[in-house]
């Protein structure tokens, strides 16, 4: 896993493999599981503005600061 951690807040997370449902919101892992079932989370980035969540089936997904769906990503 390549974490890039910016003091306690996670910036940045890869794992091919999957990562920890523990790093990533609740709400966010929830939205997944009931939209994707089959899918497991392989990188999640946040910023300033939104997180961004990329699954194994190349399925990115946006959410807001809040951990609300915003978009598909293209």
């Given amino acids: 896993i390549g974490l890039h951690p910016i003091e306690t807040q996670i910036v940045k997370a890869e794992s091919k493999n999957g990562l920890p449902e523990k790093l990533i919101n609740p709400q966010i892992v929830a939205y997944v599981k009931a939209h994707f079932p089959k ?17 194994n089936n190349e399925i990115d997904l946006v959410f807001d600061r809040n951990n609300a769906f915003k978009h598909i990503d293209d």
């Fill in 39 to 55: 899918a497991i989370i392989t990188e999640y980035s946040y910023d300033k503005w939104e997180q961004d969540v990329e699954l």
